[in-house]
C-alpha cells in the first residue's frame, strides 16, 4: 500500500523559505513524486516532479528559479525547497506519486498524500 505524507507546511513572510517534505512508503523503484497546490477557488495545479529512475526534474514556469525538488532514496523521502516566496504561492500542497514517468496532468497521478498548508503573508 502507498502512502504519502506531506509536512513543513506554516506561515510565511512574503520573500521567505520553507522546505516541504513528502514521506513515501510502498513504493516501487520506479516511480516519479509530483508537487501539486491548491489555492481557494482554484484547480490544483502542478509545481515540480521528479522521477526516480532518471532523476528528470520538471517546473512550473511560476516557480522556477525560486523551487527545488529533491529527494533522499535512503530516506524515501521528496523535498521541495521554495524560496523568495510569494503570496501567490499560499496554497495547500500536496505530493502525489505514478509509475515512471513526471507529468503535469494531476489526473494520472495513482496516490495522494493529505496535504500542508503554506501561507505567504505579511
Known amino acids: 500500500q502507498v502512502q504519502l505524507v506531506e509536512s513543513g507546511g506554516g506561515l510565511v513572510q512574503p520573500g521567505g523559505s520553507l522546505r516541504l517534505s513528502c514521506a513515501a512508503s510502498?513504493?516501487?523503484?520506479?516511480?516519479?513524486i509530483g508537487w501539486f497546490r491548491q489555492a481557494p477557488g482554484k484547480e490544483r495545479e502542478a509545481v515540480s516532479c521528479?522521477?526516480?529512475?532518471?532523476?528528470?526534474?520538471m517546473y512550473d514556469d511560476t516557480v522556477k528559479g525560486r523551487f527545488t525538488i529533491s529527494r533522499d532514496n535512503t530516506k524515501n523521502a521528496i523535498y521541495l525547497q521554495m524560496n523568495s516566496l510569494k503570496p501567490e504561492d499560499t496554497a495547500v500542497y500536496y505530493c502525489?506519486?505514478?509509475?515512471?514517468?513526471?507529468?503535469?496532468?494531476?489526473?494520472?497521478?495513482?496516490?495522494w498524500g493529505q496535504g500542508t498548508q503554506v501561507t505567504v503573508s505579511s
Open positions: 521528479i522521477s526516480s529512475r532518471e532523476g528528470s526534474k
Open positions: 510502498g513504493l516501487t523503484l520506479d516511480y516519479a
Open positions: 502525489a506519486s505514478r509509475l515512471r514517468y513526471c507529468s503535469s496532468n494531476r489526473y494520472i497521478y495513482n496516490y
